[in-house]
């Protein structure tokens, strides 16, 4: 993992450019993301949102070639809670990229960051991004009812989330077995 600077806004926008029809399925920014210059202006915003402590936006690489990407929303930082996002290429699922990135991105949530709740929000029929949260042992707490616009329907987002003694528990855990 690493931050997403100006300088892999070609690189990034080729790898949305060739997954796009997919990742259209369940992410709703691909329309407004047509050229390398609208990936620059969202690398731009998430560094903006980095130097102000207000999340940031990672890019994800598997033996050097940029897979996908993840990061932080936002920080509500009174509440000290954070959501997590992310998406990996077609060709990069079923091997575990993503639960095993998200589970250092909470690492750092949790340590570095101090923070005590991360959520991910999921629309119900992504059962992918659903089993993520679960595999990582985050709790199902709910619904939103039609809560995502994407493009053309609304869908419902599942909500889970891992609290900060929840997870030092799940990691003390790990390194006992
Ligand atoms: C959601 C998304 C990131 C899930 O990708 P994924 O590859 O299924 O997730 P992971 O990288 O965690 O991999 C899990 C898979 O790897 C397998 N795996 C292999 N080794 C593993 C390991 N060490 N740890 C965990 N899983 C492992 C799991 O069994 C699982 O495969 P399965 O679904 O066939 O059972 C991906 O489908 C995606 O980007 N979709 C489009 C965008 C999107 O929906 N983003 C999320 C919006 S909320």
Redesign the pocket.
Known sequence: MELLEEHHAEELFGVVDANRA??R???PWLDTNRCAEDTRTFIRTSLQQFSVHNGFACALRDHGRLV?ALGLHKIDWPNRATSI?????ER?????????A?AVLLDHVFGELGLNRAE????TG?Q??C??AE?LGFTREGLRRDAEWLYDHYVDLVIYSVLASEWRARRAQESRT
Request: one cysteine or more; a positive charge; charged letters at 15%.
């Open positions: 997919y990742l399925q369940w992410l996908g996002g992310y998406w990996v290429t990069a699922q079923g091997r575990g990229l993503v639960t095993r998200c991910i929000a999921c629309a992504n992918r991004s089993a993520i595999r």
